[in-house]
């Protein structure tokens, strides 16, 4: 069968199933094409060997009942697999070979998925470019100057390349559906306790989420519904029912009441995205939905709020990190000298920025103004998100203020960069669910992306809306294979 790569995970699953295909074929496929993508700079640590061998084990005794039969998959490397090296794009971490196996990673390949390798991502996920990898940046598939959005670059890189079928990422402020929205593909970021941490290197605990990022809908409700689990090892994961999101997947969203909210409508915001959200509520009109608008006041307060609360919790998260438990030491006069330089040479200028803003605002003298208060305006936004609910069921936004920009355009202006989350940083502070879909295109035929936000554990209700705009929308991603020689 010839374009294996082309498949969705839907198709590749029926095809297995039915025998069509072999777990082989569909490894050897994707393996081959990531071999040819080398250019994309997507994997940092590839395992295609044991994957090869892990497919014709599979096919001698094939499983068919489960979820993910046979199917090969790459990750982002801020997951820890066990025995396979997880560097989360930093110097520090470059030789550390987990012990342990995450818990997301863990439900994958207990449904039969089949690790490929490990995704190039911004180091410790602080990023929103792929640009602060200690691995060199990735390459966007759809255009070789662009970026493809970050921190989950090589994610995004690779299902939108086709190097893997789907993946998982972690969104922070973001990383799952920026880079989605950049390289036109599905990505969901899930409530907060409905995916376990354990086991995935941590940036800022109270943000931190694993979610799918698939070319489709249907294929990002299927891995969300793998991974989702609760998980007594972390402790902030939640007990709840969690649905059987992709067999409830339903196109009918009459009725439902979707707000637009009008703090996204930012100063500077090209046409171009006004009117795609534009179309975005045509769309949802047109599937029998109705909008109406909201109002979330402290719209504005969103990013100043996370530019706080996430480097304060990166800076206790990354204290450990002193050249004596993990990964790269380098050579000191005496202990304190041999931190101070671990931390140095080992720690790029993003991570160090970051370090410094947090331990700053968390200091005697300046966590009242600084930390707490970021903590209150971080509640007076989940109240405006909690007083919207009253009235509508989920929320439609653009996932970013603007489409991919280039490599380097915004790597000297840390504040520019940080802009480009401005639309994604709310759901995280108020522990939501997000999901980006690929809704169309800008005048440069840069794919562009809409944000649907729902209630708390409400991850079914957002799919099936994103399912059946999906449907509307009937979004074409233009790849080339510029990078295929
Ligand atoms: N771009 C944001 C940051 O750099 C979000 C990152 C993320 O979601 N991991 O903090």
Same mark, same amino acid.
């Given at each position: ?50 994957a ?6 599979? @096919?001698q005794?094939p ?8 199917? %090969? ?6 997951? !820890? ?39 190039? !991502? ?21 255009d070789?100057?662009?970026v %493809? ?40 970021? %899930?409530?907060?306790?409905? !995916?376990s ?22 294929? !990002?409700?299927?891995l ?48 171009e ?54 990964? $790269? ?38 966590? @009242? ?10 509640k ?20 970013t203020?603007?489409?991919? $920009? ?74 080339? @294979?510029?990078?295929?020689?």
């Open positions: 069968m010839s374009d294996i790569t082309k498949q969705s995970l839907t198709e590749l699953i029926e095809n297995i199933k039915n025998k069509k295909l072999s777990s082989t074929d569909v490894t050897k496929a994707f393996i081959d094409r990531s071999e040819k993508s080398k250019e994309l700079n997507a994997y940092i640590t590839n395992d295609f060997t044991s090869l061998d892990k497919a014709k084990k599979f @096919d005794k499983n068919f009942n489960l979820k993910l039969p046979g199917i %090969p998959m790459a990750v982002k490397d801020l997951f !820890c697999t066990k025995n396979i090296k997880t560097t989360a794009g930093s110097k520090i971490l470059n030789n550390f070979v987990p012990t342990y196996e995450s818990t997301v990673t863990e439900n994958i390949w207990n449904e039969g998925a089949i690790l490929l390798g490990k995704l190039n !991502c911004d180091e410790f996920a602080m990023g929103s470019s792929n640009e602060t990898s200690f691995f060199g940046n990735v390459q966007s598939p759809i070789k100057n662009l %493809p959005g970050g921190s989950s670059g090589g994610s995004a890189s690779a299902v939108a390349g086709k190097l893997t079928p789907v993946t998982i990422g972690t969104d922070t402020g973001g990383s799952i559906r920026q880079p989605a929205s950049f390289t036109g593909i599905v990505g969901l970021k %899930p409530t907060y306790g409905s !995916c941490r354990y086991g995935i290197v941590a940036f800022a605990s109270s943000l931190d989420q694993a979610g799918p990022m698939a070319q489709n809908v249907k294929d !990002c409700a299927l969300h519904e793998v991974i989702s689990s609760y998980d007594p090892k972390d402790s902030t994961s939640i007990e709840f029912k969690r649905n059987h999101y992709s067999k409830e997947l339903t196109n009918n969203i009459k009725g439902k009441k979707i707000g637009i909210p009008k703090e996204y409508r930012v100063d500077g915001m090209p046409k995205i006004e009117d795609l959200w534009q179309k975005g509520i045509q769309y949802i009109k047109d599937c029998g939905a109705e909008t109406i608008d909201i109002s979330l006041p402290n719209t504005s307060y969103a990013l100043p709020t996370y530019y706080i609360v996430a480097p304060a919790e990166a800076s206790s998260n990354l204290a450990r990190y002193d050249g004596v438990k993990y990964g $790269f030491r380098a050579k000191g006069e005496n202990l304190i000298d041999m931190y101070e330089k671990t931390r140095s040479e080992g720690f790029g200028a993003e991570v160090q920025r970051r370090i410094m803003i947090g331990t700053y605002v968390l200091s005697s003298g300046y966590y @009242d103004a600084y930390y707490l208060k970021a903590q209150k305006v971080r007076l936004i989940k109240n405006d998100f909690d007083e919207a609910y009253k009235k509508v069921d989920a929320i439609l936004t653009p996932s203020p603007s489409s991919a $920009f280039k490599i380097g355009e915004k790597t000297n202006d840390p504040v520019s960069m940080y802009l480009n989350d401005i639309f994604t940083v709310p759901v995280n502070l108020a522990g939501l669910p997000g999901i980006s879909i690929p809704a169309g295109h800008d005048s440069k035929g840069y794919p562009l992306g809409l944000q649907i936000i729902g209630k708390a554990f409400d991850e079914q209700n957002i799919l099936n809306i994103a399912y059946a705009m999906e449907e509307k929308i009937n979004f074409k991603n233009k790849i080339t @294979d510029w990078w295929i020689k």
